[in-house]
T-cell receptor, first 111, second 113 residues
Framework: QKEVEQNSGPLSVPEGAIASLNCTYSDRGSQSFFWYRQYSGKSPELIMSIYSNGDKEDGRFTAQLNKASQYVSLLIRDSQPSDSATYLCAVLSGGYNKLIFGAGTRLAVHP | AAGVIQSPRHLIKEKRETATLKCYPI?????VYWYQQGPGQDPQFLIS???????DKGSIPDRFSAQQFSDYHSELNMSSLELGDSALYFCASSSRRGGNTIYFGEGSWLTVV
């Protein structure tokens, strides 16, 4: 079992819809969780960080964390074609010493 | 704002050669991470440093070594290069005092021929 699990997709949504991305992790001691967006051949770009149970909103993005269920999600409202990318869930593990990525979910937003 | 700087951005080496990648973290960041990302794969953790000391080690081959210097920049040394080492290598940095948000550099493309 991978330490961080994501559905690889592709997840296809129409422009203007809500895209929902999910992630589970295995290390119960993890305290810091991140969503990165990555375009092909580019470096991961931080979208959201979340540290406490509940929701955290930033513009069109909402991250949700449930530590009891070891589950993190990212909602993208009013999806745009420019949101088409791979979304990587990442969990800071081993104390603060390593950031473990999921395999990423490919999101395709079609006009 | 200053970002994580990596050099060189592109590197072509032959099999069995040696390559060195450099990383300059965001100023006042105390932690550096190195990742390897092959085509179509997620980034794989190689190694991390906190305050110039190695803090964790991932799937880094024995042919690879890394260190963090007194000015906090880090270097990843790769020897006896193999074709399978061709990948995008990312460096990232964070500050434990600043909330642990991890920022990535633009990466160094290594092609082994």
């Amino acid at each position: 079992q991978k330490e961080v699990e994501q559905n690889s997709g592709p997840l296809s949504v129409p422009e203007g819809a809500i895209a929902s991305l999910n992630c589970t992790y295995s290390d119960r001691g993890s305290q810091s969780f991140f969503w990165y967006r990555q375009y092909s051949g580019k470096s991961p770009e931080l979208i959201m960080s979340i540290y406490s149970n509940g929701d955290k909103e930033d513009g069109r993005f909402t991250a949700q964390l449930n530590k009891a269920s070891q589950y993190v999600s990212l909602l993208i409202r009013d999806s745009q074609p420019s949101d088409s990318a791979t979304y990587l869930c990442a969990v800071l593990s081993g104390g603060y010493n390593k950031l473990i990525f999921g395999a990423g979910t490919r999101l395709a937003v079609h006009p | 704002a200053a970002g994580v700087i990596q050099s060189p951005r592109h590197l072509i080496k032959e099999k069995r050669e040696t390559a060195t990648l450099k990383c300059y973290p965001i100023p006042r960041h105390d932690t550096v991470y190195w990742y390897q990302q092959g085509p179509g794969q997620d980034p794989q953790f190689l190694i991390s440093f906190y305050e110039k000391m190695q803090s964790d080690k991932g799937s880094i081959p024995d042919r690879f070594s890394a260190q963090q210097f007194s000015d906090y920049h880090s270097e990843l040394n790769m020897s006896s290069l193999e074709l399978g080492d061709s990948a995008l290598y990312f460096c990232a940095s964070s500050s434990r005092r600043g909330g642990n948000t991890i920022y990535f550099g633009e990466g160094s493309w290594l092609t082994v021929v």
